[in-house]
Protein backbone atom coordinates (compact mmCIF):
# COMPACT_ATOMS: atom_id res chain seq x y z
CA UNK A 1 0.00 0.00 0.00
CA UNK A 2 1.23 2.96 -1.52
CA UNK A 3 -0.19 5.63 0.73
CA UNK A 4 -2.53 7.31 -1.66
CA UNK A 5 -5.90 7.66 -2.09
CA UNK A 6 -8.02 8.95 -5.24
CA UNK A 7 -11.23 10.87 -4.93
CA UNK A 8 -13.79 10.46 -6.25
CA UNK A 9 -13.34 6.79 -7.51
CA UNK A 10 -16.16 7.35 -10.43
CA UNK A 11 -17.98 10.22 -11.29
CA UNK A 12 -20.35 11.07 -14.44
CA UNK A 13 -20.63 14.68 -15.29
CA UNK A 14 -22.32 16.29 -17.56
CA UNK A 15 -20.26 18.52 -20.77
CA UNK A 16 -19.52 22.10 -19.86
CA UNK A 17 -19.30 21.37 -15.72
CA UNK A 18 -16.56 21.40 -14.08
CA UNK A 19 -14.99 18.31 -12.37
CA UNK A 20 -11.73 18.53 -9.54
CA UNK A 21 -10.13 14.83 -8.50
CA UNK A 22 -8.27 14.67 -5.78
CA UNK A 23 -4.63 12.76 -5.08
CA UNK A 24 -4.33 12.40 -1.11
CA UNK A 25 -0.88 10.92 0.09
CA UNK A 26 0.18 9.79 3.47
CA UNK A 27 3.82 9.40 2.88
CA UNK A 28 5.09 13.59 1.94
CA UNK A 29 6.77 12.42 -1.34
CA UNK A 30 7.89 15.59 -3.23
CA UNK A 31 7.36 14.09 -7.09
CA UNK A 32 2.97 13.50 -7.79
CA UNK A 33 1.89 12.56 -11.02
CA UNK A 34 -1.51 12.67 -13.29
CA UNK A 35 -1.98 10.20 -15.49
CA UNK A 36 -5.25 9.49 -18.00
CA UNK A 37 -5.51 6.08 -19.35
CA UNK A 38 -7.90 5.29 -22.60
CA UNK A 39 -7.53 2.19 -24.91
CA UNK A 40 -5.13 1.96 -26.91
CA UNK A 41 -2.72 4.53 -25.61
CA UNK A 42 -1.71 3.10 -22.27
CA UNK A 43 -0.98 6.29 -20.01
CA UNK A 44 -0.79 9.73 -21.10
CA UNK A 45 0.81 12.23 -18.70
CA UNK A 46 -1.03 15.41 -18.12
CA UNK A 47 0.64 17.47 -15.43
CA UNK A 48 3.42 16.35 -12.82
CA UNK A 49 4.05 18.25 -9.54
CA UNK A 50 7.92 18.52 -8.10
CA UNK A 51 7.22 20.56 -4.61
CA UNK A 52 4.58 23.02 -3.07
CA UNK A 53 2.98 24.92 -6.09
CA UNK A 54 5.53 23.62 -8.43
CA UNK A 55 4.04 21.74 -11.67
CA UNK A 56 4.46 21.24 -14.95
CA UNK A 57 3.01 19.97 -17.89
CA UNK A 58 2.49 16.75 -19.53
CA UNK A 59 2.04 14.86 -22.93
CA UNK A 60 -2.10 15.66 -22.63
CA UNK A 61 -2.37 18.89 -20.73
CA UNK A 62 -4.80 21.35 -22.76
CA UNK A 63 -7.93 21.60 -20.89
CA UNK A 64 -6.47 20.54 -17.63
CA UNK A 65 -5.13 22.66 -14.57
CA UNK A 66 -3.49 20.99 -11.59
CA UNK A 67 -2.92 22.68 -8.07
CA UNK A 68 -0.64 21.67 -5.10
CA UNK A 69 -0.95 23.92 -2.01
CA UNK A 70 -0.12 21.26 0.49
CA UNK A 71 2.72 18.51 -0.38
CA UNK A 72 0.18 15.73 0.23
CA UNK A 73 -2.42 16.99 -2.37
CA UNK A 74 -2.26 17.35 -6.15
CA UNK A 75 -5.31 18.26 -7.41
CA UNK A 76 -6.76 18.15 -11.18
CA UNK A 77 -9.10 20.52 -12.51
CA UNK A 78 -11.11 20.29 -15.81
CA UNK A 79 -12.54 23.49 -15.89
CA UNK A 80 -15.21 22.36 -18.61
CA UNK A 81 -15.69 18.88 -19.00
CA UNK A 82 -15.51 17.82 -22.63
CA UNK A 83 -16.68 13.96 -23.78
CA UNK A 84 -13.38 13.49 -25.26
CA UNK A 85 -12.12 13.67 -21.36
CA UNK A 86 -14.07 10.47 -20.76
CA UNK A 87 -10.81 8.44 -18.93
CA UNK A 88 -9.38 7.15 -16.23
CA UNK A 89 -7.46 8.90 -14.01
CA UNK A 90 -4.31 7.64 -11.98
CA UNK A 91 -2.41 9.73 -9.85
CA UNK A 92 0.82 8.79 -8.96
CA UNK A 93 3.71 9.35 -6.80
CA UNK A 94 7.59 8.99 -6.27
CA UNK A 95 8.87 7.09 -3.84
CA UNK A 96 12.66 8.22 -4.67
CA UNK A 97 13.96 11.32 -5.59
CA UNK A 98 12.38 11.17 -8.52
CA UNK A 99 14.86 10.15 -10.62
CA UNK A 100 13.84 6.37 -11.16
CA UNK A 101 11.43 6.52 -12.62
CA UNK A 102 9.45 3.75 -9.87
CA UNK A 103 5.89 5.11 -9.55
CA UNK A 104 3.29 4.06 -7.35
CA UNK A 105 -0.38 4.22 -8.06
CA UNK A 106 -3.50 5.06 -6.76
CA UNK A 107 -6.25 2.82 -7.28
CA UNK A 108 -7.82 4.99 -10.42
CA UNK A 109 -10.96 7.61 -10.29
CA UNK A 110 -13.20 6.91 -13.74
CA UNK A 111 -14.63 9.82 -14.97
CA UNK A 112 -17.86 9.58 -17.43
CA UNK A 113 -18.88 13.08 -19.39
CA UNK A 114 -21.98 13.24 -20.76
CA UNK B 1 9.65 14.24 -26.85
CA UNK B 2 10.93 10.61 -26.44
CA UNK B 3 8.54 7.45 -27.86
CA UNK B 4 8.04 4.35 -26.32
CA UNK B 5 6.44 1.78 -28.37
CA UNK B 6 5.56 -1.76 -27.36
CA UNK B 7 4.76 -4.92 -29.06
CA UNK B 8 2.69 -6.65 -30.01
CA UNK B 9 -0.40 -4.99 -28.35
CA UNK B 10 -2.33 -8.02 -27.87
CA UNK B 11 -1.17 -11.52 -27.28
CA UNK B 12 -3.22 -14.68 -25.67
CA UNK B 13 -1.44 -17.38 -25.31
CA UNK B 14 -2.12 -21.27 -23.85
CA UNK B 15 -0.55 -21.85 -20.60
CA UNK B 16 2.64 -23.42 -20.34
CA UNK B 17 3.62 -21.35 -23.66
CA UNK B 18 6.52 -18.69 -23.31
CA UNK B 19 6.09 -15.01 -24.79
CA UNK B 20 8.07 -12.39 -25.26
CA UNK B 21 7.36 -8.81 -24.96
CA UNK B 22 9.05 -5.51 -26.68
CA UNK B 23 9.06 -1.90 -25.66
CA UNK B 24 11.66 -0.36 -28.87
CA UNK B 25 12.44 4.08 -28.71
CA UNK B 26 14.48 5.72 -31.02
CA UNK B 27 15.80 7.87 -27.89
CA UNK B 28 17.93 6.21 -25.27
CA UNK B 29 16.69 6.10 -21.43
CA UNK B 30 18.65 6.12 -18.44
CA UNK B 31 16.58 3.67 -16.82
CA UNK B 32 13.61 1.95 -18.13
CA UNK B 33 10.48 -0.02 -15.74
CA UNK B 34 8.03 -2.39 -16.70
CA UNK B 35 4.80 -2.03 -14.91
CA UNK B 36 1.74 -4.87 -14.48
CA UNK B 37 -1.99 -3.69 -14.35
CA UNK B 38 -5.00 -5.75 -13.72
CA UNK B 39 -8.34 -4.85 -14.22
CA UNK B 40 -9.73 -1.81 -11.94
CA UNK B 41 -6.57 -1.04 -10.01
CA UNK B 42 -3.38 0.93 -10.97
CA UNK B 43 -0.23 -0.37 -12.31
CA UNK B 44 2.33 -2.22 -10.29
CA UNK B 45 6.09 -1.51 -10.54
CA UNK B 46 7.55 -5.02 -11.85
CA UNK B 47 11.54 -4.25 -12.15
CA UNK B 48 13.70 -1.48 -13.04
CA UNK B 49 16.66 -1.24 -15.70
CA UNK B 50 19.83 0.56 -15.46
CA UNK B 51 22.49 -0.63 -17.20
CA UNK B 52 22.48 -1.32 -21.27
CA UNK B 53 22.65 -5.16 -21.33
CA UNK B 54 21.37 -6.02 -17.91
CA UNK B 55 19.37 -9.01 -17.17
CA UNK B 56 17.10 -9.33 -14.35
CA UNK B 57 14.68 -12.35 -13.56
CA UNK B 58 11.89 -12.32 -10.97
CA UNK B 59 10.67 -15.83 -11.12
CA UNK B 60 9.58 -16.77 -14.40
CA UNK B 61 9.67 -13.42 -15.63
CA UNK B 62 12.78 -12.79 -17.33
CA UNK B 63 13.66 -8.38 -18.39
CA UNK B 64 16.58 -7.69 -20.95
CA UNK B 65 17.40 -3.62 -21.13
CA UNK B 66 18.71 -3.37 -24.82
CA UNK B 67 23.09 -2.55 -24.90
CA UNK B 68 21.77 1.17 -26.42
CA UNK B 69 19.60 1.72 -23.91
CA UNK B 70 16.94 2.42 -26.40
CA UNK B 71 15.11 -0.81 -26.24
CA UNK B 72 13.79 -3.50 -23.46
CA UNK B 73 12.16 -6.68 -23.68
CA UNK B 74 10.34 -8.76 -21.17
CA UNK B 75 10.15 -12.92 -21.43
CA UNK B 76 7.88 -14.77 -19.49
CA UNK B 77 8.69 -18.78 -19.45
CA UNK B 78 5.55 -21.18 -18.67
CA UNK B 79 2.89 -18.67 -18.74
CA UNK B 80 0.15 -18.74 -15.74
CA UNK B 81 -3.55 -17.85 -16.36
CA UNK B 82 -2.06 -15.69 -13.13
CA UNK B 83 0.22 -13.64 -15.67
CA UNK B 84 -3.09 -12.23 -17.56
CA UNK B 85 -2.90 -8.25 -17.31
CA UNK B 86 -1.89 -5.62 -19.30
CA UNK B 87 2.54 -5.14 -19.75
CA UNK B 88 3.72 -1.58 -19.91
CA UNK B 89 6.98 -0.29 -20.12
CA UNK B 90 7.85 3.06 -18.82
CA UNK B 91 10.80 5.92 -18.56
CA UNK B 92 11.68 9.50 -18.36
CA UNK B 93 10.98 11.44 -21.49
CA UNK B 94 13.52 13.87 -21.89
CA UNK B 95 16.18 13.39 -19.53
CA UNK B 96 16.41 15.30 -16.23
CA UNK B 97 12.77 16.33 -16.24
CA UNK B 98 11.09 13.42 -14.43
CA UNK B 99 8.46 12.82 -16.65
CA UNK B 100 7.82 9.57 -16.84
CA UNK B 101 6.03 8.83 -20.03
CA UNK B 102 4.71 4.82 -20.68
CA UNK B 103 4.28 2.95 -23.80
CA UNK B 104 1.27 1.97 -25.80
CA UNK B 105 0.90 -1.48 -23.36
CA UNK B 106 0.80 -5.15 -24.23
CA UNK B 107 -2.50 -6.73 -23.18
CA UNK B 108 -1.71 -10.42 -22.54
CA UNK B 109 -4.02 -13.18 -21.67
CA UNK B 110 -3.13 -16.65 -20.74
CA UNK B 111 -5.46 -19.24 -21.50
CA UNK B 112 -5.95 -22.39 -18.76
Known amino acids: DAGITQSPRHKVTETGTPVTLRCHQTENHRYMYWYRQDPGHGLRLIHYSYGVKDTDKGEVSDGYSVSRSKTEDFLLTLESATSSQTSVYFC?????????????FGEGSRLTVL | TQLLEQSPQFLSIQEGENLTVYCNSSSVFSSLQWYRQEPGEGPVLLVT?????EVKKLKRLTFQFGDARKDSSLHITAAQPGDTGLYLCAGEGDSGTYKYIFGTGTRLKVLA
Open chain 2, 49 to 53: VVTGG
Open chain 1, 92 to 104: AISRTSGGDGELF
